[in-house]
């Protein structure tokens, strides 16, 4: 007879790669019994090692990660370990401020009235990208487009047509 593995009283609990990030922030763990370890890795090739100089963080213990570099550390992930029979991991949530997707440059008007805008993949959307132009200190929408999908790395050139000038005094 299959007594089965018997009662289970450790584990753990990896979560995804988060960001890329500009700054980190924070992180909070909710449960009991589950202690919560920060992760780091430079590129998409390195190892996931600790980060040094963060400490383990309890369930109710929040966790400043402010000094932590995005620059150094562009991606975290999160280690939780559960021990004992009660154990259990209730939510967590790690506060960062993501990278820009898109970088825009050399927006200028050309001699027929149209915009001209280079846009450039960051490296984190491939598609459903929008650019929305928008003027002046209200922010007011003048066009919005959808791009076409771009690789990571890649620039192009977009053309916005026949923009209304904007009423005098704007």
Same mark, same amino acid.
């Given at each position: ?35 919560? #370890? ?22 109710g213990q929040p966790l400043d990660l402010s000094g932590v570099e ?15 029979a009660e154990a259990r991991l209730g939510e967590w949530a790690l ?58 790395? #890649? ?16």
């Amino acid at each position: 007879r299959y007594e089965g593995l018997g009662r289970i009283t450790r584990g753990q609990l990896l979560s995804p790669a988060i960001g890329p990030a500009a700054a980190w922030q924070g992180l909070s763990v909710q449960g009991q019994g589950v202690d919560v #370890e920060v992760e780091g890795r430079q590129d998409a090739g390195s190892v996931w090692q600790p980060v040094a100089g963060l400490q383990t963080v309890a369930a109710g213990q929040p966790l400043d990660l402010s000094g932590v570099e995005a620059g150094k550390y562009p991606y975290l992930r999160l280690r939780a370990r559960l021990q004992g029979a009660e154990a259990r991991l209730g939510e967590w949530a790690l506060d960062f401020t993501p990278r820009p997707s898109l970088g825009l440059a050399q927006a200028r008007l050309d001699s027929a009235g149209r915009v001209m805008v280079v846009v450039r993949n960051l490296g984190v959307v491939t598609t459903g990208a929008r650019l929305r132009l928008e003027q002046g200190e209200r922010r007011t929408r003048v066009r919005e487009l959808s791009l076409a999908p771009l690789q990571r790395g #890649e620039a192009r050139t977009v053309q916005v047509d026949s923009l209304a000038a904007p009423p005098p005094g704007r």
